[in-house]
């Protein structure tokens, strides 16, 4: 069972462009978070995606930042406009339902550099 | 909000040793769960070990134990017989047992160097 799976590993995008970060979660899980680490720190959470709805988005900042889940394919999480401030580690993690197995299973993480 | 303090930024230990972690938190619920992860440099996020609220005993994964006090709002990670793989980040973590509770609140981390 494949765990959960990130792409790209490494991300490298000037200010101004667009930053798609994509999460495919664990066989079964239909549960997707969306965390953000900023250098030194630990991780922040950002947002709370179920198939096709978001149902917590309070860490996500207002501007620039959005997510969604289809109902087929990944989850996406898109930068627009990137900034220097945006650069950090990106992780998704994924859950089996809702209050489930109460863990959440990470992904490598996408490295995004701003330059 | 929760908040979770972790306030040992780096620690060290003698391969073979043990070393305690630190953990304390702040939440006015009484159900939740607890987590230590680990994070090397690869950056990949391990579960280590997790704890029920409602438990009172304390959970343990092979040479991994937590020390849970619920009253004082602490959850400490002890590491024995500590191998070189054990280095790496530590982050403790929190997460609402609620139905509406389902982010996790991560503290700042501990960075553990084995000496061998």
């Known amino acids: 069972n494949a765990g959960v799976m990130q792409n790209p590993r490494h991300l490298v995008r000037r200010r101004g462009q667009e930053a798609r970060l994509r999460c495919s979660p664990m066989k079964g899980h239909s549960h997707v978070y969306w965390y953000r680490q900023l250098p030194e720190e630990g991780l922040k959470f950002m947002v709370y995606?179920?198939?096709?709805?978001?149902?917590?988005e309070s860490g996500m900042p207002k501007e620039r930042f959005s997510a969604e889940f289809p109902k087929e394919g990944p989850s996406i999480l898109r930068i627009q406009q990137v900034v220097r401030g945006d650069s950090a580690a990106y992780f998704c993690?994924?859950?089996?339902?809702?209050?489930?197995?109460?863990?959440?299973?990470f992904g490598p993480g996408t490295r995004l550099t701003v330059t | 909000a929760q908040t979770v303090t972790q306030s040992q930024p780096e620690m060290s230990v003698q391969e073979a040793e043990t070393v305690t972690l630190s953990c304390t938190y702040d939440t006015s619920e009484s159900d939740y769960y607890l987590f230590w992860y680990k994070q090397p440099p690869s950056r990949q996020m391990i579960l280590v070990i997790r704890?029920?609220?409602?438990?009172?005993q304390n959970a343990t994964e092979n040479r991994f134990s937590v020390n849970f006090q619920k009253a004082a709002k602490s959850f400490s990670l002890k590491i024995s017989d500590s191998q070189l793989g054990d280095a790496a980040m530590y982050f403790c973590a929190y997460r609402s047992a609620s139905n509406t509770g389902n982010q996790f609140y991560f503290g700042t981390g501990t960075s553990l160097t084995v000496i061998p």
């Open positions: 993690a994924s859950s089996p339902e809702y209050g489930g197995s109460y863990e959440q299973y």
């Open positions: 995606l179920q198939k096709e709805n978001i149902i917590d």
């Open positions: 704890q029920e609220a409602y438990k009172q």
